[in-house]
């Protein structure tokens, strides 16, 4: 899951991916990058988070935030292996410690194990929970199985269901592949459809294996991953820009203020001046952390490598490793490390080279550091741009971003009358009446992929 930034403070927040047990889980997704993990701890049979560290590591994550609300994150690995009754043991801790601040908790799974007892419990305790699914069955299908390779997709419907059954809050994290970018109406349909309107779209981007037998650190740039950066099921560049635009072109028509899409959330808020509310777009990053079962903590959920392990929290106070000089250099490399090509271009505000961990081609002239995904996001963020600045004036109107529906719907409508008596060129006045010449006008709505 991608988490939103920590809001800064006297003892900045910071945000925490716990994995209570680790890499364990009962699928096998072929496109997981997380079961590996087990090799950092050799011998180890047994993943799961005890007592002892779970309270210090509650405890420590409430003192060492100076703000009225702390987040917590669980994931996995599969985290409903821990059972119920660890997560009761939970939030009996965080009572215990809250000192009078407000606990959230949020929770990510596959959904194959949810039943009334655990919704039961989500609803109580006002959990948030993020369900993996990767869109209709024979989509979802293709890599997220079980241990025996067979399909998971009724399960995990049974899940949501569960969750609807409850009113529970959850939100669909649904990962872009290799298969399911090749038909970005379909996914998105039938999420918002079946889900609860509340989408996240992850894009899968999953290194070769090295020497080591771990898929190589996030970001290296070797000739062997310039040779085979990334696996058969990984999202393509082009093919992820296109499905992002789709996407958002029906959005923009039928589902703005109805369904509610992360990533143009996020961006509607860059566009209006804000600073990045997600991770991967901010300028730096740090604050946002992963837990192992036995209290190591790394640098971040897509780095938990030996080189970036920052401590264990039964060692040395959370606070002293999230202010750690190894932990404020990682986050400023972000920034630092960026090649000169993305410092010019026009989209940095947007994209600020993105996550890290996908910054592992050349730019056109050799320099190392390019983002995999550059083509893609470039296309989308050109693509939205003129509706994204158009909501943002809405929005600091007084007005919903919903109202550029009828004006979309307006446009489209006089785009149809001028071509019906007569073929309107790329270069003349757009007839919304805007100004602007068609083809940086209504015509970037109109060559989208959406209906």
């Known amino acids: ?16 991916m716990t994995k209570p047990i680790g890499p364990v889980c009962n699928l096998d997704c072929r496109y997981c990058f997380y079961l590996e993990k087990e090799k950092l701890y050799p ?13 210090q590591y509650v405890r420590q994550h409430i003192e060492a935030q100076d703000v009225p609300e702390i987040a917590f994150a669980w994931q996995g690995g599969e985290p409903t292996l821990m059972g119920l009754e660890f997560f009761q043991r939970v939030v009996e801790l965080q009572k215990k410690y809250a000192n009078a601040k407000r606990i959230t ?31 209709p069955r024979e989509i979802h299908d293709r890599y ?22 409850h009113n529970v809050d959850f939100n669909a994290l649904c990962v872009v592949n290799r298969v399911n970018a090749k038909k970005p109406l379909e996914v998105y349909r039938f999420l918002r459809d079946e889900g609860s309107g509340f989408i996240q779209f992850i894009p899968l981007v999953e290194r070769s294996r090295g020497t080591e037998g771990l898929a190589q650190p996030p970001g290296r740039a070797t000739a062997e991953a310039q040779a085979s950066p990334v696996t058969p099921w990984s999202v393509e560049p082009a093919p992820f820009g296109e499905f992002l635009c789709a996407i958002f072109d029906e ?5 703005v203020g109805r369904a509610f899409v992360q990533i143009f959330d996020v961006q509607l808020g860059i566009w209006m001046g804000m600073p990045a509310s997600l991770c991967v777009f901010a300028e730096t990053c740090g604050g946002a952390m992963a837990l192992e079962h036995n209290g190591d903590l790394y640098a971040c ?3 938990v490598y030996p080189e970036y392990k920052l401590g264990n929290v039964m060692d040395t106070e959370m606070r002293a490793l999230v202010d750690s000089e190894q932990q404020r250099r990682f986050g400023q490399d972000k920034r630092d490390s960026l090649p000169n090509y993305c410092r010019h271009c026009d989209l940095l505000f947007a994209c600020n080279g993105e996550c890290p961990k996908h910054r592992f081609m050349k730019t056109p002239d050799g320099e190392s550091g390019l983002n995999y995904l550059c083509a893609g996001y470039k296309r ?17 109107q007084g007005r919903p971003a919903s109202d550029i529906m ?40 109109a060559s989208g992929a959406g209906t």
């Open 251 to 255: 959005w923009l028509r039928r589902d």
């Open 144 to 165: 997220r199985v079980d241990k025996k390779g067979g399909a998971t997709f009724h399960a995990v419907m049974r899940g949501m269901g569960f969750l609807k059954k």
């Open 1 to 16: 899951m991608t988490v939103s930034l920590p809001v800064a403070g006297e003892r900045a927040a910071f945000h925490v």
């Open 406 to 445: 009828p004006m979309v719907a307006e446009q489209e409508a006089k785009q149809r009358e001028v071509q019906s008596k007569g073929k309107i060129g790329r270069n003349d006045p757009c007839p919304c009446g805007s100004g602007m010449k068609y083809k940086k006008c209504c015509g970037k709505v």
């Open 105 to 135: 908790n949020a929770f990510q799974t596959n959904g194959t194990l949810l039943d009334d007892a655990w919704c039961e419990f989500f609803k109580a305790n006002d959990f948030l929970i993020g369900l993996s699914i990767d869109g």
């Open 43 to 55: 011998g180890k049979t047994s993943f799961r988070m005890n007592d002892d560290v779970l309270e």
């Open 380 to 396: 989308f963020f050109h693509h939205i741009a003129p509706c994204m600045t158009a909501m943002g004036q809405l929005l600091m």
């Open 301 to 303: 959920d897509h780095y």
